[in-house]
């Protein structure tokens, strides 16, 4: 059993950076493939990027170039650094974990075994 519980949500400007954290707690947190993930209201909870064992990492289209994903494995910590925010950025952020080898990496939900809360990023225009 895995938690994770997410940090660091709150209000910006457009072009305003945030950082996100993700802690986790339970088990050896490097044997872990780390995802994020995002729900705007009425929407469905969408890709946003995900850091595999190795530390290689793979993002959505849209927020290439701005947002990057890393992991501090002492700490049981995964980050997501969100630079140049823009409107349509808001929306809950989650962190999610599920097990794989060193090099894999996922992109769907279902993928995931772990969810945390969630936190809430708004940016305004």
């Known amino acids: 059993q895995v938690q994770l519980v997410e940090s660091g949500g709150g209000l910006v400007q457009a072009g305003g950076s945030l950082r996100l954290s993700c802690a986790a707690s339970g088990r050896t947190f490097s044997n872990y493939v780390m995802g994020w993930f995002r729900q705007a209201p009425g929407k469905e909870r969408d890709f946003v990027g995900t850091?595999?064992?190795?530390?290689?990492?793979y993002y959505a289209d849209s927020v290439k170039g701005r947002f990057t994903i890393s992991r501090d494995n002492p700490k049981n910590t995964v980050y997501l650094q969100m630079n140049s925010l823009r409107p349509e950025d808001t929306a809950v952020y989650y962190c999610?974990?599920?097990?794989?080898?060193?090099?894999?990496?996922?992109?769907?939900?279902?993928?995931?075994?772990?969810w945390g809360q969630g936190t809430q990023v708004t940016v305004s225009s």
């Open positions: 850091i595999a064992r190795s530390g290689w990492t």
């Open positions: 999610a974990a599920t097990t794989g080898n060193i090099r894999a990496y996922y992109t769907q939900r279902q993928d995931y075994t772990y």
